[in-house]
T-cell receptor
Framework: NAGVTQTPKFQVLKTGQSMTLQCAQD?????MYWYRQDPGMGLRLIYY???????DKGEVPNGYNVSRLNKREFSLRLESAAPSQTSVYFC??????????FGQGTRLTVV | AQKITQTQPGMFVQEKEAVTLDCTYD???????LFWYKQPSSGEMIFLIY??????QNATEGRYSLNFQKARKSANLVISASQLGDSAMYFC????????????????FGTGTRLTIIP
């Protein structure tokens, strides 16, 4: 089925550990986005990629890195996790008509 | 200044009644899009309805309609004949600028309204 797939769905990390959140879309869209969702704050943009090979910072990029590996995949890396990065992470892509599609989300807890 | 403001943190509505969720926005860009999403307890983001800044008519999708008042910069979501399954968080979001499919479709979200439908 077409869509946006995120892995893993749940993760618990210790402070200082690293991990990569994976996102893949099979919709052949150019743009991909990473958001984080915190209670009472809605979703905030971390990084985005307008096309393969390009990435740009969003509203809250500190502590994260991204890689647009190819048109399908856009990964988010936490090099040294901190408790402040406990959140739900959403990957999204956007059609040529501007309609966003979200993945199912990754619930990350940093202890 | 907040770009998207949702002033109702929570709402309780009797089943079968209509409900209006408020959203105001702030932009100087003449071209923008407004979205509403539903987030049930399972966590996924479900797209409900879209309104473009140049659309002449208010958007409708089944029981959902968007009361778009451009001069007041408001884009309220109206749910008619509410159902128990409508209980969820609802987010208003805005995309500024036209559609290019080259990265400017990033969304700014409000803080959400938690809607609870009472049987």
């Amino acid at each position: 089925n077409a869509g946006v797939t995120q892995t893993p769905k749940f993760q618990v990390l210790k402070t200082g550990q690293s991990m990569t959140l994976q996102c893949a879309q099979d919709m052949n869209h150019n743009s991909m986005y990473w958001y984080r969702q915190d209670p009472g704050m809605g979703l905030r943009l971390i990084y985005y990629s307008a096309s393969e090979g390009t990435t740009d910072k969003g509203e809250v990029p500190n502590g994260y890195n991204v890689s647009r590996l190819n048109k399908r995949e856009f990964s988010l890396r936490l090099e040294s996790a901190a408790p402040s990065q406990t959140s739900v992470y959403f990957c999204a892509t956007v059609t040529g008509f501007g309609d966003p599609y979200f993945g199912q989300g990754t619930r990350l807890t940093v202890v | 200044a907040q770009k998207i403001t949702q002033t109702q943190p929570g709402m309780f509505v009797q089943e079968k009644e209509a409900v209006t969720l408020d959203c105001t926005y702030d932009t100087s860009d003449p071209s923008y899009g407004l979205f509403w999403y539903k987030q049930p307890s399972s966590g996924e983001m479900i797209f409900l309805i879209y309104q473009g800044s140049y659309d002449q008519q208010n958007a409708t999708e089944g029981r959902y309609s968007l009361n778009f008042q451009k001069a007041r910069k408001s884009a309220n979501l109206v749910i008619s004949a509410s159902q128990l399954g409508d209980s969820a968080m609802y987010f208003c979001a805005m995309r500024e600028g036209g559609i290019s499919n080259f990265g400017n479709e990033k969304l700014t979200f409000g803080t959400g309204t938690r809607l609870t439908i009472i049987p």
